[in-house]
């Protein structure tokens, strides 16, 4: 690392490096610099753009209204904000992350931000959400974050659990009552399970994040 600062100074800048942090002497080695990892958590917690009721959506928001899209000849092709199943026939009508919330990104990104408290811990704090004047650090963000995750599975008075959405049956019947599903992903909106409903491979990571929950409960 120390030779890499020393002669590619050029990529160096552009990377947060060997910066000593407090009494323990912890270094970070990381692709956004401070400034840019600021800046990304702008969006990522902003409720209009990224940030669901129910984790990190997997598209922006605002391209419900402004989708993006690009042209090839006589082609067009749109990124629409699809928080749900997919609305073409695109890999089987699958939303193929084209908005709603997918467990293994938000895993990632709860360790992420994990590792950056580690190591900036409480010099850095940003809005979460954004806009609401509401400081936290990082390690408060990834608790928000495994807060908002385990809400998907988590009884919501009568209305029942946000991951079966408004099924009766899960509500009513007591032998259903406590089946919880890992769906492969969830509507970013209202939190119901879509596309598999056994994808224990990834959405099992929710009990981690349950994990996280009752630890800030205990604290």
Not at 29 to 38: K, N, V
Not at 59 to 79: Q, T
Request: glycine share 8%.
């Amino acid at each position: 690392m120390k030779w890499f600062t020393e002669h590619r100074p050029d990529l160096a800048r552009l990377i947060t490096w060997c910066q000593p942090c407090g009494h323990d002497q912890h270094r970070l080695l990381a692709i956004p610099s401070r400034e840019r990892l600021e800046r990304t958590l702008r969006y990522l917690l902003d409720e209009s753009e990224f940030l669901s009721p129910f984790g990190i959506r997997s598209v922006s928001r605002v391209h419900a209204e402004k989708p993006y899209v690009f042209r090839v000849g006589n082609d067009e092709h749109r990124i629409e904000y699809t928080p749900g199943e997919g609305n073409t026939y695109l890999f089987g009508g699958n939303s193929n992350w084209r908005g709603p919330v997918w467990f293994p990104i938000n895993y990632l990104l709860v360790e992420a931000l994990e590792r950056y408290a580690h190591f900036y811990g409480s010099a850095l704090t940003v809005e979460c959400p954004t806009g609401s004047g509401k400081k936290l650090t990082l390690d408060a963000v990834a608790r928000e974050l495994s807060r908002r995750l385990s809400n998907l599975f988590l009884p919501n008075g009568n209305s029942g659990r946000p991951c079966h959405g408004g099924n009766a049956s899960y509500v009513e019947d007591p032998n259903w009552r406590d089946l919880v599903l890992f769906h492969e992903y969830f509507h970013a909106e209202t939190g119901r399970g879509c596309g598999a409903s056994h994808q224990t491979g990834w959405t099992s990571l929710a009990v981690r994040c349950f994990e996280n929950l009752q630890a800030t409960r205990d604290e």
